[in-house]
T-cell receptor
Framework: DAGVIQSPRHEVTEMGQEVTLRCKPI?????LFWYRQTMMRGLELLIY????????DSGMPEDRFSAKMPNASFSTLKIQPSEPRDSAVYFC?????????????FGPGTRLLVL | DQQVKQNSPSLSVQEGRISILNCDYT??????FLWYKKYPAEGPTFLISISSIKDKNEDGRFTVFLNKSAKHLSLHIVPSQPGDSAVYFC???????????FGQGTELSVKP
């Protein structure tokens, strides 16, 4: 059974360019999460969806970041325009439920470098 | 304001001995605590969790202890194996919603 799938695995872009990260959650999971990992801030939640609806986007750093989930099997995180400080590893995770200790399953991450 | 703290960035242990990773939290509303393990170039993988109504949960070589009065939890790995070498993240959440708050991580190195 495939886990969470993220693409691309690596992205190098220049400042000012648009970046789109993609995620396919585990089939049947109704929650999807986007995280960012940096040396300074560690692993932090950016936004999460329940049944394709954004529930909490308080972690989205600024208006340059946007996330969508058009259907249960696909989500995107877009950065426009990108800046060097956006360089980080971006993880997508999914879970079935969240009311208890349900496990979140993480994808392999997208390593983004903005020059 | 860091709600979940792992104060030891690294830990080195001899193979066969016990590894103890520590985690402190500040939010008394947390209901669940989880440990994730992360290898380089991979996403975190779930290891073990504990509900706030318990003080211990065991799964094979891994045991998590929770001390609510001290707002402290620890992960014990016995016996430690070289394959356990990874970064371990402590995470916490409330029962309301799905937001996981992660600690900064502790890099465990188990030497043969």
């Amino acid at each position: 059974d495939a886990g969470v799938i993220q693409s691309p695995r690596h992205e190098v872009t220049e400042m000012g360019q648009e970046v789109t990260l993609r995620c396919k959650p585990i089939s049947g999971h109704d929650y999807l999460f986007w995280y960012r990992q940096t040396m300074m801030r560690g692993l932090e939640l950016l936004i999460y969806f329940n049944n394709n609806v954004p529930i909490d986007d308080s972690g989205m750093p600024e208006d340059r970041f946007s996330a969508k989930m058009p259907n249960a099997s696909f989500s995107t995180l877009k950065i426009q325009p990108s800046e060097p400080r956006d360089s980080a590893v971006y993880f997508c995770a999914s879970s079935s439920g969240t009311g208890g200790g349900e496990t979140q399953y993480f994808g392999p991450g997208t390593r983004l470098l903005v020059l | 304001d860091q709600q979940v703290k792992q104060n030891s960035p690294s830990l080195s242990v001899q193979e066969g001995r016990i590894s103890i990773l520590n985690c402190d939290y500040t939010n008394s509303m947390f209901d669940y605590f989880l440990w994730y393990k992360k290898y380089p170039a991979e996403g975190p993988t779930f290891l073990i969790s504990i509900s706030s109504i318990k003080d211990k949960n065991e799964d094979g070589r891994f045991t998590v202890f929770l001390n609510k009065s001290a707002k402290h939890l620890s992960l014990h790995i016995v016996p430690s194996q070289p394959g356990d070498s990874a970064v371990y993240f402590c995470a916490a959440k409330t029962s309301q919603g799905g937001k996981l708050i992660f600690g900064q991580g502790t890099e465990l190195s188990v030497k043969p």
